[in-house]
């Protein structure tokens, strides 16, 4: 059986084991400069993250997801960027969640 994922808001106890997840989450992937978790330390030091959400299992953060403001090319408003989304090597796959 396996265990419940939880999508929850970030919290600012959560920020090292996002680094840690995002880390993880890239190391291997040859398209990656490895630096996804400092895009997200700075988009969280503007204030630009509109939306950044955790999925965790028994208490450990094993994903997150980003969602942040970007600019159109011919000015229009209101759109967000998704990323970088990140998920422990260990725990992909999974299917059950609950918000």
């Known amino acids: ?19 840690e997840v995002t880390i993880a ?10 630096t996804e978790q400092y895009v997200i330390t ?3 030091a503007a204030k630009a993250l509109t939306l950044s ?23 229009t408003q209101g759109w967000y960027g998704l990323g970088p989304v990140s998920v422990l090597p260990s725990t992909r796959n999974r299917a ?3 918000p």
């Open 1 to 19: 059986m396996k265990s419940e994922i939880i999508i929850r808001t970030e919290t600012s106890a959560d920020i090292d084991a996002i680094t």
């Open 25 to 34: 989450a890239f190391k291997t992937l040859e398209i990656s400069d490895h």
């Open 42 to 44: 700075a988009l969280r």
């Open 53 to 75: 959400l955790v999925a965790e299992v028994h208490g450990r953060v094993i994903g997150h997801i980003a969602f942040s403001p970007v600019s159109i090319s011919d000015g």
């Open 96 to 98: 059950s969640a609950r």
